[in-house]
């Protein structure tokens, strides 16, 4: 037993070990993201009521899930970026825009259990 507790318990520290080596050293090799600001330049102008209303319309039905390439999902971005817009931050996205594009496959199964895939880029 006692040599089954010295086992464990060499585990539990060479555990520790690896968990301190990559907690120490992983973010040195992660890429630097941009810079951003500390606070939002407006940030005292944000109201819960605000908050509330913004929610309630990006989760609405009439924008029916807001699905990347779509043009609910374009009316999603435009309203997002108008509020960064409006709180004064600044823009880190591709080309110095709010966004970071990227593309979405999707597969669909049609007729006959045939499948159809397309690629879309959301947002631009």
């Not at 070990?17 to 606070?39: E, I, M, S, W, Y």
């Not at 966004?99 to 947002?123: C, D, I, K, L, M």
Request: hydrophobic fraction near 45%.
């Amino acid at each position: 037993m006692n040599a089954l507790l010295r086992s464990i318990r060499a585990a539990a520290i060479a555990s520790v070990a690896v968990a301190l080596t990559v907690a120490t050293t992983l973010p040195l090799t992660l890429p630097r993201p941009a810079k951003a600001q500390d606070t939002a330049p407006a940030i005292e102008t944000i109201r819960q009521s605000d908050l509330r209303a913004d929610l309630f319309f990006l989760a609405g039905d009439e924008l029916r899930g807001r699905l990347a390439g779509s043009p609910e999902g374009r009316v999603a971005s435009a309203f997002i970026k108008s509020r960064f817009e409006r709180l004064g931050l600044v823009p880190v996205g591709d080309g110095g825009s709010y966004y970071h594009n990227f593309n979405v496959a999707q597969t669909e199964v049609g007729e006959n259990n045939a499948s159809a895939s397309r690629s879309t880029a959301g947002p631009r």
